[in-house]
C-alpha cells in the first residue's frame, strides 16, 4: 500500500522559513517523480513543485520560484520542499504526492498533508 | 498557463440517478506521443484528494465501474452513472501536458 507522511508544517512568521519533510513508503521511491500541490483555506489546488527521480530535474512554480527548494533523498525515502521568505499567501496545506513515471507531470497517490500558516 | 473550466460549479444528485462534469482546456492536451494528459480526481469531505481516472478515459486502481471518463482536444467529461452517498465530494480535472499543471476550479457534488 503506498503511504505518504508529510510532516514539518507550522505557524511561521512572514519572511520565515520552514521544511516540509514527507515519507514514503510501498513503492520504489526511487523510480518515481515526486510533487508538491497546495490548498489555500477553502480554496481549488495549486501545483507548486516537482522533482525528477533522480533528483536532477526540478520544476517550481512561478509564484515560489527563488524562495523553495524542492528536494529528495532516495536513500531515505523522503521528500523535501525548503520554503523560505515566507508570505502571507503561502498558506495552504501542502500535499506530498506521487508521480506515476520517473518523469512527467502525471500524479497518483497524495500524502493526508501538512498545513503551513504564515502570520505574524 | 493553460485554464481549466469546469462546469458546473456545484451539482445536487439523488442517490441511484446520473451526473456530468464538463471540463474544457484553453490548449489541446493531445501530446505528440499519441496521450491526451487529463486527470480527475476527487477530495472527499477532510480527506486528500484521490485519482479517478487518468490519461481522460482509463479508471485508476479500485475506482468503480460507475466514473467513466471521456473527450479529446480540449473537451472532456465525467460521468457518474449511478451516484451513490460516498460519492459526494469536489471533483477536480487536471491538466498534464504543460507546465505546470493546472486544475480546474473544482466542482462540488452532494447529494439531495
Known amino acids: 500500500e503506498v503511504q505518504l507522511v508529510e510532516s514539518g508544517g507550522g505557524l511561521v512568521q512572514p519572511g520565515g522559513s520552514l521544511r516540509l519533510s514527507c515519507s514514503a513508503s510501498?513503492?520504489?521511491?526511487?523510480?518515481?517523480?515526486m510533487h508538491w500541490v497546495r490548498q489555500a483555506p477553502g480554496k481549488g489546488l495549486e501545483y507548486v513543485s516537482a522533482?525528477?527521480?533522480?533528483?536532477?530535474?526540478?520544476y517550481y512554480a512561478d509564484s515560489v520560484k527563488g524562495r523553495f527548494t524542492i528536494s529528495r533523498d532516495n536513500s531515505k525515502n523522503t521528500l523535501y520542499l525548503q520554503m523560505s521568505s515566507l508570505r502571507a499567501e503561502d498558506t495552504a496545506v501542502y500535499y506530498c504526492?506521487?508521480?506515476?513515471?520517473?518523469?512527467?507531470?502525471?500524479?497518483?497517490?497524495w500524502g493526508q498533508g501538512t498545513l503551513v500558516t504564515v502570520s505574524s | 498557463d493553460i485554464v481549466m473550466t469546469q462546469t458546473p460549479l456545484s451539482l445536487s444528485v439523488t442517490p441511484g440517478q446520473p451526473a456530468s462534469i464538463s471540463c474544457k482546456s484553453s490548449?489541446?492536451?493531445?501530446?505528440?506521443?499519441?496521450?491526451?494528459?487529463l486527470y480527475w480526481y476527487l477530495q472527499k469531505p477532510g480527506q486528500s484528494p484521490q485519482l479517478l481516472i487518468y490519461?481522460?478515459?482509463s479508471r485508476f486502481s479500485g475506482v468503480p465501474d460507475r466514473f467513466s471518463g471521456s473527450g479529446s482536444g480540449t473537451d472532456f467529461t465525467l460521468k457518474i452513472s449511478r451516484v451513490e452517498a460516498e460519492d459526494v465530494g469536489v471533483y477536480y480535472c487536471?491538466?498534464?501536458?504543460?507546465?505546470?499543471?493546472?486544475f480546474g476550479q473544482g466542482t462540488k457534488v452532494e447529494i439531495k
Open positions: 504526492v506521487k508521480g506515476v513515471a520517473a518523469a512527467g507531470t502525471g500524479i497518483d497517490y
Open positions: 510501498g513503492f520504489t521511491f526511487s523510480s518515481y517523480a
Open positions: 522533482i525528477s527521480s533522480n533528483g536532477g530535474s526540478t
Open positions: 490548449q489541446s492536451l493531445l501530446h505528440s506521443d499519441g496521450k491526451t494528459y
Open positions: 490519461e481522460v478515459s
Open positions: 487536471m491538466q498534464g501536458i504543460h507546465l505546470p499543471p493546472t
